[in-house]
């Protein structure tokens, strides 16, 4: 007997293989992923999210075998080229599902052979906010919500960081902010808690001493007990991204600053902190980055140790945005 098997069991496989949609095999694929933990919560809401909005309109319905290296170029040319990111996401999700294919014996060949498709995009050049600049978007926020602002720029936290900030997360005593968790939203629209992507982003981030009556202020407003939520909508559950983007570009049009999303709140923190002589290493621990390559994006010039830097970066860049 052939490692085929026999006539029937081929016929069998044949027709598994020519019924096997892309759609199919996609949720079989992110189940797998699910049942066995293989991606952070982050990472499934995320992927899942490409998956079916990004693969499954144009390429879901076709079986898997047939889909060729042209209707993959067809596919890719035919994104969104204002989300280049997520694009490269997408078509590396796709590779991967092949690939997965592939080890399983059910294709023999992986359509994605597009060169350069799957590198990520270059980081966006952008010029870092001046700290007047972030004090004035930070007074055009809702009131109570300045503070989303501060942290953004100061702390360099990511929006799904601060969202689910709590009290018991702010340590006055040791002057830090504990980063265990994030909230994003689900596929369904709901808000789901879970650790940050990688273990570099469980970190505790150094509050600078002119931040401190801010967020001080802002405890007075947050919910009550230890799990009391720093930010929150009227039902009482953490504020939606959407809605903290939407905001801070309003409360930017009203500071008469443009081009500039909320996420670049970090760079431009993590743009001084290297220019006051923050190491790689250091801008990795504050930031939460997993490699070195992405801080290096921050740092201009070696400097002396962390406790130094963030002394010289609270005096003569943060007290200038209070």
């Not at 265990?180 to 369904?188: G, I, L, M, N």
């Not at 879970?194 to 570099?200: D, R």
């Not at 570009?249 to 670049?264: E, L, P, R």
Request: aromatic share 8%; net charge positive.
């Amino acid at each position: 007997m052939s490692e085929w098997g026999s006539p029937a069991e081929r016929h069998q496989k044949d027709t598994t293989r020519r019924n096997l949609t892309l759609a199919i095999y996609a949720a079989r694929y992110i189940e797998n992923k699910e049942r066995t933990k293989a991606w952070r919560a982050s990472t499934y809401v995320d992927s899942v999210r490409i998956i079916r909005r990004r693969i499954m309109p144009v390429l879901g319905k076709w079986p898997m075998a047939s889909i060729t290296r042209e209707h993959v170029a067809n596919w890719w040319h035919g994104l969104d080229t204002s989300t280049e990111r997520t694009n490269h996401k997408a078509y590396q999700l796709l590779h991967n599902m092949f690939e997965e294919a592939i080890y399983e014996g059910l294709l023999e060949k992986n359509p994605c052979q597009l060169k350069g498709a799957s590198k990520p995009s270059n980081h966006r050049d952008i010029k870092p906010l001046t700290p007047e600049q972030v004090a004035v978007i930070a007074d055009a926020m809702p009131v109570g919500w300045g503070l989303i602002v501060k942290l953004g720029a100061w702390c360099a936290l990511r929006s799904g960081e601060i969202l689910e900030l709590r009290r018991k997360d702010i340590d006055f005593d040791e002057c830090i902010i504990r980063i265990t968790r994030q909230v994003f939203a689900a596929p369904d629209g709901s808000r789901v808690v879970g650790a940050p992507k990688t273990n570099a982003g469980v970190r505790s981030v150094h509050i600078p001493e002119t931040l401190k009556d801010s967020i001080k202020a802002g405890l007075r407003t947050a919910q009550l007990g230890a799990d009391g939520l720093l930010f929150y909508q009227l039902n009482g559950k953490q504020l939606a991204r959407q809605t903290l983007s939407r905001v801070f570009q309003q409360a930017c049009a009203k500071a008469g600053v443009s081009g500039y999303h909320f996420h670049d709140l970090r760079h431009t923190g993590l743009t001084y902190l290297a220019a006051m002589g923050a190491t790689v290493k250091e801008l990795q621990a504050v930031a939460g980055h997993t490699t070195s390559s992405v801080a290096m994006r921050y740092q201009h010039v070696a400097g002396e140790h962390l406790a130094g830097v963030l002394a010289k970066f609270d005096t003569e860049i943060v007290a200038r945005a209070q």
